[in-house]
């Protein structure tokens, strides 16, 4: 039964992350796809922990805490880019 569900979850966030390819492609202004660019990481994150119960496995943790910390860096490096003009001052 939890496979079942495992397996709805992973579908309903595959589909999340493919609306915000599309929102990243689609949208008006830059603010718009960096939150968007950060909505999908954060679904990507959901995805690999997913899957890791799914395989009942450790390692896809490790692996969603890596994405975690590289997409939090990502979001601050693109705002920073957007507001200041340069990453580091």
Same mark, same amino acid.
């Given at each position: 039964?939890?496979?079942?569900? &495992?397996?709805?979850? &992973? %579908?309903?966030?595959? !589909?999340?992350? &493919? /609306?915000? *390819?599309?929102?990243?492609?689609? #949208?008006? %202004?830059?603010? =718009?796809?960096? *939150?968007? *660019?950060?909505? &999908?990481? /954060?679904?990507?994150?959901? !995805?690999?922990?997913?899957? %890791? /119960? !799914? ?14 910390? +590289?997409?939090?860096? #990502? +979001? ?8 200041? %003009? =340069?990453? /580091?001052?």
């Amino acid at each position: 039964m939890i496979q079942i569900a &495992l397996i709805f979850a &992973l %579908g309903c966030f595959g !589909l999340a992350i &493919l /609306i915000n *390819l599309y929102k990243i492609i689609t #949208a008006p %202004g830059i603010g =718009d796809r960096i *939150l968007a *660019l950060d909505t &999908l990481a /954060i679904n990507a994150i959901a !995805l690999i922990t997913l899957y %890791g /119960i !799914l395989m009942e496995t450790t390692m896809y943790f490790e692996a969603s805490m890596i994405f975690a910390m +590289t997409g939090f860096v #990502a +979001t601050v490096s693109y705002t920073r880019f957007i507001l200041r %003009g =340069d990453i /580091i001052e």
